[in-house]
DNA sequence: GATGAATGAGAATTCATTCAT
DNA sequence: TATGAATGAATTCTCATTCAT
C-alpha cells in the first residue's frame, strides 16, 4: 500500500511536469528506481493509474472541504478563509487542483480532475455564497454560476501579467482580483479585503503562469 | 495550395475531436484518402501542421478583429457587438478561438493558440473596456485584467449547467453571465442587455461542454 | 548481457556483409529471431549499436596488444609475431580489424574503427619498429610514418590478385610483401622471413578481396 | 545532355560531402533548383546516376593516363611526373580519383571507383615501373605488387598526421614518403627528389585527412 | 512483492519512383 | 524538356503490456 502510494506520488509529479501522453511508465519506474514488472503488480493499466492519482486527490480535496464546511459558527467569510489551502488542512499537494483548474498542461488528467472536482469545490463555494447572501454581505441571483465565475476568475487574472511579475504588477493584479471578486459577489469595497490580501496568492500566481 | 489547406482542414478537425497526440498522421491521411506520404510533401512535422493550423486560425481572428476595431463612430457597447463572432464576418470556424480559450481537451494546440490570439483579443477587449470607462458606461480600474477575467468568465458560466441544458437553465445563464458582465465591467443594470440577449452563445455554450 | 553480446555479434556480422546504412533493425532482430523491441530494450539507438561494436572490438584489439607488448625480453621481430593475430591470444572476429583497416565497404564503421584503433595499433607498430631501429636490424628515421604506410602495404598487397587467387599468385604475393616489408623497415633481406612466411595472411587476402 | 551534366556534377558534389546513401533525390534538385520530375527524365535510378558519375570520371582519368603513357621517349621518372595531376591535363575534378583511394566516406562511390580505377590507374604505374626496372633505376621483381603498394602508401602517410598538421610535419611526412618510395621502388636515394618534392600532395594530404 | 527480459502494434518520418500535365 | 503532386514501402523508434522467475 505504501509502494502503491509512491507510484501514485511519482507519476502525478510527472504527469504534472510534462503531461500523461508524454510521461511512460519507463519515465515512472526510472524515477522509482524500480522494475517496470512491478508497476503492473499494483496497476493493470496506464489509464488505471491516472485513476487512482484522482481519486486520492478528490479524497484529499474532498474531505477537506468537509472538514471546511462542518465547521459550525463560521460567516462566509471565514468559511472561505478555512477553504483557502494554507488556512485549512488541506495537504500541500493538493493544492494544486485550484491551479489544475487553469492549466491546459495535459488532456486527460485535467479533464477527469475538473470535472470530478467540481462535484466538490464549485458546491462548496456555491453554498457560502448562498450564506453569505444570507448573511447580506454578498448580494446575488445566481449563486451557482457566481461559484464557478468566481473561481475562473481568481485562476485567469494571473494570465494578465508576464512571466516573472514585478511586485507593482503582483499588487495590482491582487487589487484587480479584489475588485473583480466584491463586484461578482455582490460584497461591498473593502469587504473581502481581509480574505485577498494573499489570496490564494501561493496557488493561483506561480501555478497558473504556465 | 488547395490541398494544403485541405490537410490544415481535416486535420483541425481531428486534432479537435480527438486532441493532438491521439490523431496520427495515418488519420489524417486516411480520412483524407491520399498516401501518406503526400503529408510530407507539405509539412515538415506533424508539428509543422500545427503550427500552419493555428497560423490560419490567427489570421482569421486577427483580420475579423481588426476589421471591428477600425470601424469608426461606434460606442464601446457597438464595438463589442461587432467583435462577436455572429455579428461580424468571423467565418465560423474560427469561432471556436473563444471556446478553445477553455478547452483543456489538448495542450499543445490549446496553448498555441490561447498564448497567440491574446496578442489580439484580449488586448481589443481591454481597448473597448477603456473606450467604455471614457464614454462613462463602465467603471474599473483595472481593464486589462477585467477583460482577461471576464473572457474567461464568459466562457465558464457554460460549464454550471449540464451537457444537454433544458431552456431555463440557458435562460439562467444568460441571466448570470448579464448579470456577471454588468458588475465585472462596472455597468449599470441592463447596459448589456442587448449585447448578451444570446451573446457569445452559439460559441462558448455548446463548445465548453466537453 | 549475453543477449546484448548477441545482438553486437549478429549486428557484426550484418553490418560487415551488408554495411551499416543497409542493415535495418528489423535485419537484425530478424536473424536473432525475437521482436523488434527487445532491440531498443538494449540500445537507445542503431547508432548505439554501433558504437558498442567498435568498443567490444577496440577492447579486444586493445587488451590482446597489451599483452604482446607487456612481454619482456622480447626482440622487436619477436614481437611483430607476438602481434600477429595467428600467434597471440586474439580472437577470430577481431583479427578482421586488420582487413577493416581497409575494407572499405561501410563508411561509419570503418571509420570509427579505424579512427580509433589507430590509437592502439600504430603506437606499438611505431615502439617496435623503434625497438628494431635500437637493435640494429631496422633502419629508418621516420618510424611513426612507416608504421603506419607498412601496415596499410600488408593489407593493400591483396588486392593485387584475383578474387580467387591460385596458389602461385599467393605465394608471388607473399613474397612481394615480404620484399616490400624488408624495404620499408629497412631490414636486410630474410630478417622477416619467419615474420612474413604466413604472415597476416588468413587475416588480408580473404577479407580485403572484396 | 548539358542538363544531365548538370545533374552528374552536382550529384557528385553532394556524394562526396555527404556519401550516396546520405544524398537524397530530393537534396539534387533542390541545389539544383530543378524538379524532381526532371531528374527521373535524364536518368533510371539513383543507382543509375551514380554509375554515370563514375562513367565520367573514369573516362577523365582513363583519356588522361593514355595521354601520359602514350608520349614517346619519356624516361619512367619523367613519365610519373606526367602521371601527376598537376603536371598533367587530367582536371581538377576527377584529380579526387586518387584522394577516393583513401576515402572511407562512402561505400559504393569509392567501390566502384576503386574497382574501375585499378584497371588503368595501377596497370600504368606498373608498366612505368617495369620501364623504370629496365632503365635501371628501379629494382623490384614485383612491379605489380609494388604499383599497388606505392599508390596505397602515397596516401597512407598523410593519416601520421594530425588534421592541421604544421609546417614542419608536412616537411616530415614528404621527407617520409620520398624514403618509402625509395626504398620501395628499389631505387638510390635521391633519385625520386624531384618527383616527389611537392608530390601529390595538394591532393593526399588535404583529401585523405579526412 | 519484485525483477527485467520479451513482445508487438503502431507512431513519425524518409525517399525512390511514377505520372499526368 | 520540365513540373510537382502523389504514391507507398521501408525505416527508426516508442511504449503499454505480459510473463517466467
Redesign the interface.
Known sequence: MVRKNEFITVAEELFLET?F??TSIDDIVKRMDVAKGLFYHYFDTKEDLLTAIVERLLDEIKSSIELAMEKKGLTAIERFKELTPSNSGISDRSKMIVSLFH?????AF??LV?ERA?EFL?PAVERIIRQGVDEGIFQ???P??????WM??LG??G??APNEPTPEQLL??N???L??SE??L?AKPGTLDELLRRPFSGVSDKACQR
Open positions: 503531461g501522453e508524454n492549466k491546459e498542461r495535459n488532456q485535467h479533464h475538473e467540481s464549485i446575488t441571483k445566481y451557482r454560476e457566481t461559484a464557478i465565475a475562473t476568475m485567469s487574472v494570465k494578465s495590482q493584479m487589487a484587480a482580483r475588485e473583480l463586484r461578482m455582490g
